[in-house]
């Protein structure tokens, strides 16, 4: 066991790779999903990279990622817009489309960390209201099944931005 930050993490491992717990999450049962899940990134994820491809293939340029400065970090900004643009997992961020069903196993858990993910988008998007800035929420479906909208649903706020 070690300690940092005031936090107390635990050691173990699972076949070959040495797992370095922070205690937030349950110890998953299998190895196959503690694999899934610390593959899982939080930038520069498939759905992110595609509509950023799609951006600078239709000519949609001036952004910047995950500007530190701004709340929330979001992952395409257009500072001369005053635009932040998000791009939602469906899985982590709960997607009202999509509407997915809980992990089988750990329920309480999963269930308490979709309610802060989503009450943590809430307040970004708040937060950067509140400094003049707008918004918008991509969702990984979209991406996958519309890209065009997505395209347009930008370029028009870009537009609306830049009056």
């Known amino acids: 066991m070690i300690s940092g930050k005031g936090k107390k993490c635990h050691y173990y ?40 491809r799609a951006l600078w293939k239709n000519g949609i340029r001036g952004y910047r990622l995950n500007l530190k400065n701004l709340p929330g970090k979001p992952d395409l900004s257009f500072p001369s817009r005053k635009l932040a643009v998000f791009v939602n997992g469906c ?38 209201k509140m400094i003049g800035w707008d918004t918008i929420a991509i969702w990984e479906c ?15 706020a870009i537009d609306e931005n830049g009056k």
């Open 13 to 52: 491992s699972m076949s070959k790779k040495v797992y370095l717990r922070d205690g937030r999450a349950p110890i998953p049962q299998k190895e196959s999903i503690s694999k899934l899940m610390s593959a899982n990134k939080d930038r520069g994820t498939k759905p992110e990279i595609s509509l950023r």
């Open 91 to 128: 899985f982590w961020h709960r997607c009202p489309y999509c509407k997915l069903s809980l992990p089988k196993s750990n329920t309480d858990f999963w269930e308490n960390k979709f309610k802060k993910n989503v009450a943590r988008d809430k307040r970004k998007i708040n937060d950067l």
């Open 142 to 156: 979209e991406i996958k099944s519309d890209m065009n909208t997505c395209l347009e649903k930008i370029r028009k």
